[in-house]
């Protein structure tokens, strides 16, 4: 493993608390979240609704979007922070990869599922927070992100939260022009589109990233993942053509490390060898980290775990 750019020891206490082992949200983040529950008429149910509740995956309702964005947004941007930052030095690679792509120049991002944007809006503000106390260079940044999800009502939310983080991140130097379209996982037209849209709008990049955050919940709660993976194929394949690098992040639950990850990660060894390699310790498929982070806004320590494959893109 080549050496960090961001140390544990080097870690901000404005991202993580090391004496206590807890993850602090960027400062942004909480504030347009606040603001964005108060605006939806939803911060007492963020308040008072359990954020363990089972069974929240979001889906395509507008009622799907609000449970799953109270209940839900804080951990998957936690997941998605402890995976950036990788404080306890458990995963391998993925701080430095996150580091490099996004540190400077022009980046394809693709999320999908976006949500209503956990993932992307805190690899921003994660970035932006670095920048802040010295950490990493205030160079330009320009973010060509691409976020595709079933739900209409969820892009609306994250295109929202984003547009309250701009100037936020315009201050520290980084530029974001977002396209957001539909996308269904299990349809073969809709992720040709989707990815159409990515090859279009994110052109000349340094770097083309490909975040996957907190699938698996819908992907097997409804037994969808066999009808799902011909077309996730179909991202790997061109993610690989751009030479990405693909990082899926999911919860670090039992159908996650026994059933779901060897499953997506057998698919994608046997079918796609040439596309990707694995570059990371062959006796581990898969990798993990855990701690707490700050709830934004109840006054607890949640416990968040991830489970991650990164995939990068190997000389083919
Ligand atoms: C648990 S959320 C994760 C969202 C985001 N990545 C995050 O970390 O917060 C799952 C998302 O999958 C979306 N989704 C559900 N079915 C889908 C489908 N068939 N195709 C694409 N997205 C879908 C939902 O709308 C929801 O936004």
Redesign the pocket.
């Given at each position: 493993m080549s050496e960090r750019y961001l140390q544990p020891k080097d870690m901000p206490d404005n991202l993580w608390l090391s004496s206590s082992g807890t993850l602090v949200l960027p400062d942004a983040l909480v504030n347009v979240y606040e603001k964005m529950l108060k605006k939806k008429g939803l911060y007492e149910v963020a308040k008072e609704k359990d954020s363990e509740e089972e069974g929240v995956?979001?889906?395509?309702t507008e009622d799907?979007?609000k449970t799953?964005f109270a209940t839900?947004?804080s951990g998957?941007a936690a997941?998605?922070q402890l995976s950036m930052l990788d404080p306890k030095n458990e995963l391998g690679n993925a701080s430095n990869l996150f580091i490099k792509a996004f540190s400077g120049g022009t980046v394809g991002l693709l999320?999908?599922?976006?949500?209503?944007g956990?993932?992307a809006i805190t690899i921003l503000l994660t970035i932006a927070s670095l920048r802040e106390k010295g950490l990493l260079p205030r160079q330009r940044l320009v973010v060509k992100l691409v976020s595709?999800?079933?739900?209409e009502h969820?892009r609306l939310y994250a295109s929202e939260m984003l547009g309250g983080i701009i100037a936020h991140l315009e201050a520290q130097s980084i530029y974001v022009e977002e396209k957001s379209i539909e996308?269904?996982?299990?349809g073969a037209e809709s992720t040709s589109a989707v990815l159409y849209e990515w090859m279009q709008h994110a052109t000349n990049c340094h770097e083309y990233f490909v975040v996957?955050?907190?699938?698996s919940?819908?992907l097997q709660s409804s037994g969808?993942l066999k009808k799902?993976t011909p077309q996730l194929d179909e991202v790997i394949r061109w993610a690989a053509q751009r030479r990405s690098t693909v990082i899926w992040l999911e919860p670090q639950t039992n159908t996650v490390t026994k059933n779901f990850f060897p499953c997506v990660l057998k698919r994608f060894t046997d079918k796609l060898p040439r596309a990707f390699k694995k570059l990371w310790d062959e006796t581990a498929d898969f990798l993990k980290s855990h701690c707490t982070y700050i709830h934004p806004i109840k006054n607890y320590k949640p416990r968040v775990k991830v489970s991650l494959i990164r995939l990068e893109a190997s000389d083919i």
């Open positions: 995956v979001g889906g395509i799907d979007t799953h839900r947004f998957s997941r998605t999320d999908i599922p976006s949500g209503a956990a993932a595709g999800d079933v739900s969820a996308w269904d996982v299990c996957m955050a907190n699938f919940g819908f969808k799902a």
